[in-house]
Structure formats: structure tokens, C-alpha cells
T-cell receptor, first 112, second 110 residues
């Protein structure tokens, strides 16, 4: 699986959009970008994933650059409950024995 | 509601004990994973399994073994627990796409 690079931390104001970047310059053609978050003392929770088109669900939006070497997770209106560590992962969804490897993630602190 | 269940939320064991951490999923997923999480080190993959009786080493397999006798159950075994295995252990399962995680087992080895 391709390696990802994320900033270690960022702050965000409550009610504002949070934009979380991720670099994955070695991504291959059949690898998807996945985002998870981990709230303190809980297991990671899936947020969203995409291949090359932008994606949106009730939690977030995912913007993937045209060359697929980077992406941005957008939390449109951050709340205090969005304070968590956010992980960007690149993985093939269908391969048997496919590792799911997490990097250090971005620690997001939403401030009132 | 899909579920990954880890048998214990908190566990305290003595150095040298054999420790079993159990994980059960109800989604009929092929792939299951064991991670440990330590402050400043993120989630590190210990072992994973892509089918019954099939296993692969992750990034930090030393001191651990696993067992997958049934599709729904994936066990992590510490053959002889040591204090440096004190950690949060997380199990996950995945078929394709998203992975589902258990709530974690906080293991303390004294």
C-alpha cells in the first residue's frame, strides 16, 4: 500500500470548515483513498473514501486532485465532537490479504 | 448494526503469562486485523488474516501469534507477556472498502 503524509496537528474554530490535507504521491491506479477518525479511547471510525472523483456524505467531503497524488478531507461545519485524530490511508479494497496500514494521522482540535 | 466485539475492555496480566485477546465479527468478513496503539506511535499492524487458518505478519509481529480457526473469530496471543506489551489493542475486520473496529482492549502487563 502507498504511504501517506499528513500534518501532525491542526486547530479549527467551531462552526468553520476544517480542511485536512493528505499527500499520497506513490498511489497506484487501483488504490483508493480512505479517511478514518479516532475519538479518544474509541476504535477508529470510517468517514469516507474515493478513487478519483470527489465524494460527499453526511459526515464530510473528499476532494482528490486530478493526478491523485493528494487529497483533502473537508468537515464543512466543525463541532467540538469532531475533535479527534484523522487518518488518511491508501489501500486496494478488494485484494485478499491487503494490509490496512495507518500513519500518524492529524490531531484536530476544534476550539469554541 | 455491524459489529466487531473484543472480549475485554480492560485486562491486567502478570509478566510471563500467556494472554489471549479475542475478537469476533458478525459481518462474514474475510479480512481481520490486530493493531496495537501507543502514545506517539499511532496504530501499528501486528498480524492480519485474509481467510480461515491464513495469517500474515504485519509490521510488529515479534512476541505475538494469532489464530483464526473460524471465519468470525481472530485471536491474538501473547505467548509470554512482557511489560513492553502494555498497550491498547484494536481488532478490525474488512471485506472490501471500509474497515470496522472494535472498541479496543487496554492491556496492562505488571
Amino acid at each position: 500500500d502507498a504511504k501517506t503524509t499528513q500534518p501532525p496537528s491542526m486547530d479549527c474554530a467551531e462552526g468553520r470548515a476544517a480542511n485536512l490535507p493528505c499527500n499520497h504521491s506513490t498511489i497506484s491506479g487501483n488504490e483508493y483513498v480512505y479517511w478514518y477518525r479516532q475519538i479518544h479511547s474509541q476504535g477508529p471510525q470510517y468517514i469516507i473514501h474515493g478513487l478519483k472523483n470527489n465524494e460527499t456524505n453526511e459526515m464530510a467531503s473528499l476532494i482528490i486532485t486530478e493526478d491523485r497524488k493528494s487529497s483533502t478531507l473537508i468537515l464543512p461545519h466543525a463541532t467540538l465532537r469532531d475533535t479527534a485524530v484523522y487518518y488518511c490511508i491508501v489501500s486496494r479494497p478488494q485484494a485478499a490479504g491487503n494490509k490496512l496500514t495507518f500513519g500518524g494521522g492529524t490531531r484536530v482540535l476544534v476550539k469554541p | 448494526d455491524v459489529k466487531v466485539t473484543q472480549s475485554s475492555r480492560y485486562l491486567v496480566k502478570r509478566t510471563g503469562e500467556k494472554v489471549f485477546l479475542e475478537c469476533v465479527q458478525d459481518m462474514d468478513h474475510e479480512n481481520m486485523f490486530w493493531y496495537r496503539q501507543d502514545p506517539g506511535l499511532g496504530l501499528r499492524l501486528i498480524y492480519f488474516s485474509y481467510d480461515v487458518k491464513m495469517k500474515e505478519k504485519g509490521d510488529i509481529p515479534e512476541g505475538y501469534s494469532v489464530s483464526r480457526e473460524k471465519k468470525e473469530r481472530f485471536s491474538l496471543i501473547l505467548e509470554s507477556a512482557s511489560t513492553n506489551q502494555t498497550s491498547m489493542y484494536l481488532c478490525a475486520s474488512r471485506e472490501r472498502g471500509e474497515a470496522f473496529f472494535g472498541q479496543g482492549t487496554r492491556l496492562t502487563v505488571v
